[in-house]
């Protein structure tokens, strides 16, 4: 038994920058999703990934006011711990930057997402009928 058995997946998690050489873990922990997107630029300074052990386990991307990914691994999910601290840490840098609020864009169909974000505060924007999108805002308290 080594000194991890004895700590929490809360204490062993980290957030930090993304870098290069992540993307092959990133496009793993997306691999279930129907459309899974990285930020073509994979701008370090606006994607953090989520690590516990060695392992990346989610990562969040944004631009402006709006999250352009958030993905947790499949074995995390249920467990709401990664996505919220990810979203949270987005919103945090949204938030620094002036902006009144946040807003993402999801799959119309998926209702896991939709459940989630409405569980932290976002409400449905609009939803195009044409489209397979909806738009969810939050607003950040002044």
């Known amino acids: 038994m080594n000194d991890q058995d004895d ?10 920058h993304a870098t290069w050489d992540d993307r092959v873990d990133m496009l793993r922990v997306m691999e279930p999703f129907k459309n899974g997107y990285i930020p073509g630029k994979l ?10 052990g060695d392992e990346i386990v989610g ?19 249920s467990r709401k711990l990664v996505g919220p601290i990810l979203l949270q840490a987005a ?3 949204i938030r620094q930057k002036g902006h009144a609020g946040v807003r993402i864009m999801i799959d119309a169909d998926a209702t896991r997402a939709h459940r989630f974000y409405v569980q932290n505060g976002y409400e449905t924007h609009w939803n195009r009928d044409n489209e397979d999108i909806a738009w969810m805002r939050k607003r950040f308290d002044r």
């Open 7 to 16: 700590v929490s997946p809360e204490a062993m998690l980290s957030l930090r």
């Open 43 to 52: 701008d370090t300074r606006r994607t953090l990934v989520a690590v516990i």
């Open 59 to 77: 990562f969040v991307g944004w631009e402006k006011d709006q999250v352009l990914a958030l993905y947790v691994a499949e074995a995390w999910r």
């Open 91 to 93: 919103e945090d840098a």
